[in-house]
């Protein structure tokens, strides 16, 4: 699911990077093509239309253009916003203290109710003693569905008698039925339709009336498209949900009832389903999914980071210098701390979206024991060397390798790569601030 979504933003995201600084435009251009990309992933238009002003909003604040990571800033800007529309937090089912406790599900035939409603109360069965009732009267083949289900899930079953058409009726005896066998949990998988209709709706309330149940949960097709957020807004009128459980998010599914169903019903994503075998059903975590949406790691985790290690100054000072088209060991040097100050580098890494094979290979270049000696030798270097290393001839540089504890030939490598950078620099630098663009050390 969201494979689309992704690459979509994938590309909007490569361009803003390889920008660097950002002008207002910039972002509106980008922010143009987040728009188109969220809804052709089908999500509802109000929604987009809501989430790329608020975007905008933050987006081209004076902070934001003017900081050193514009774009990277602009990318967390929307990871929060999709993860705040979709539910910042996982929001557990509700277990009454005082049991027992009743779920009914409800939902549209299709939309794996029956299938959920086992899932769940598999789940369930570390700590609980949960049953699943077979309310779907209309559909005998429902009824067997769920037993057969229940059995393989080992989850105890409570079904209507042959004939028997009054679902109130069953959920009555159902209840009987748990309380002289001590379940504490109580499954209601309630009839489906292929529409929503008025006889649906009112089976549905009288069932509420007399289970009073504490989770009234709407299982959704994740791969419906606008129509999933229509269908949980009606049920959500009539019943007042108190969740959504989201299906089939395994499948090819374009997703933008993930992001609309929250934001436009108020109504919570809890569960969600993520294949057809029974143990396939997992709480919701909206972060997490905006992070496999937009392809990143621990983005948050790494912006602290970079906050952190901007702080005193120094890399603003590293501007001043390098606008006068200077590169100097100190430069490096401020570089090389600045990368090491964001923590253990795998874990920097790590939280980098990278394909896996890039990561690996990254990871080695950035080796930390490498950036200490890089470190040693600029450390060892006189404040004349460091600012005109080009004095730095034979003799110099046994010193240099001798008071660093490395090999000339390091020191070679460190003034050869110095000499790089220096010129990438220069051709970054050119332009003034706005071209200005900070190239990657390692
Ligand atoms: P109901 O009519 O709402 O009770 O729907 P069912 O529970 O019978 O599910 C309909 C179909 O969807 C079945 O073939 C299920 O195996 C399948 N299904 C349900 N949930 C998921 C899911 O999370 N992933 C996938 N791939 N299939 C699912």
Same mark, same amino acid.
């Given at each position: 699911m969201f494979d689309a979504l992704k690459e979509r933003l994938d590309g909007i995201f490569k361009n803003l990077r390889s920008k660097g600084k950002l002008t207002e435009e910039d972002v509106a251009l980008a922010l143009r093509e987040v728009r188109r990309a969220l809804l052709e992933a089908d999500v509802h238009y109000k929604v987009v239309k809501d989430l790329v002003e608020r975007i905008r909003e933050r987006a081209v604040g004076r902070d934001v253009l003017d900081s050193i990571t514009p774009s990277q800033q602009v990318v967390t800007i929307v990871f929060e916003e999709l993860r705040d529309l979709m539910g910042r937090d996982v929001v557990p089912l509700v277990i009454s203290p005082k049991p027992p406790t009743h779920y009914m599900l409800v939902g549209l035939? =299709?939309? =794996?109710k029956t299938t959920s409603c086992v899932k769940i109360a598999r789940r369930l069965l570390k700590g609980h003693k949960p049953l699943v009732v077979a309310?779907? #009267?209309? +559909?005998p083949a429902a009824v067997e569905q769920l037993r057969v289900l229940a059995a393989q899930a080992k989850v105890a079953f409570f079904g209507p008698e042959p =004939? !028997?058409? %009054?679902p109130v009726g069953v959920a009555e005896r159902a209840l009987r039925f748990a309380a002289d066998r001590l379940h504490d949990v109580i499954l209601f998988d309630t009839a489906g339709r292929l529409h929503v209709d008025e006889p649906l709706m009112e089976e549905l309330q009288a069932m509420k009336a007399l289970l009073s149940p504490h989770e009234i949960l709407l299982v959704v097709?994740?791969?419906?498209?606008? !129509?999933a957020v229509n269908v949980a807004s009606a049920f959500n009128e009539r019943l007042g949900l108190t969740g959504v459980v989201l299906t089939?998010? %395994? *499948? %090819?599914? +374009? *997703?933008?009832s993930a992001l609309a169903i929250r934001s436009v019903?108020?109504?919570?994503?809890?569960m969600a389903g993520v294949g !057809? #075998?029974? !143990? %396939?059903m997992e709480p919701f975590d909206g972060g997490r999914m905006v992070q496999r949406i937009l392809g990143m790691g621990d983005v948050q985790g790494l912006m602290e980071r970079v906050h952190l290690a901007a702080v005193g100054g120094e890399m603003e000072k590293m501007a001043e210098s390098l606008k006068k088209n200077r590169f100097t060991m100190e430069d490096l040097l401020t570089q090389i701390q600045q990368v090491s100050k964001m923590g253990p580098l795998d874990k920097v890494m790590e939280m980098l979206p990278l394909p896996d094979n890039l990561k690996q290979l990254r990871g080695a270049e950035m080796d930390p024991k490498r950036l200490r000696h890089v470190e040693a030798i600029i450390l060892s270097m006189t404040p004349a060397e460091r600012r005109?290393?080009?004095?730095?001839k034979g003799s110099r540089r046994r010193r240099i390798a001798l008071g660093s504890g490395t090999s000339v030939q390091m020191v070679n490598q460190v003034l050869k790569q110095h000499a790089q950078m220096k010129e990438l620099w220069k051709r970054f630098g050119k332009g003034g601030k706005r071209g200005f663009k900070m190239p990657k050390l390692f």
């Open positions: 035939q =299709g939309s =794996g309310c779907d #009267h209309q +559909r =004939g !028997e058409k %009054d097709d994740g791969m419906t498209g606008q !129509e089939k998010l %395994d *499948g %090819d599914a +374009r *997703g933008g019903t108020g109504v919570p994503i809890k !057809e #075998h029974l !143990e %396939d005109n290393p080009d004095i730095i």
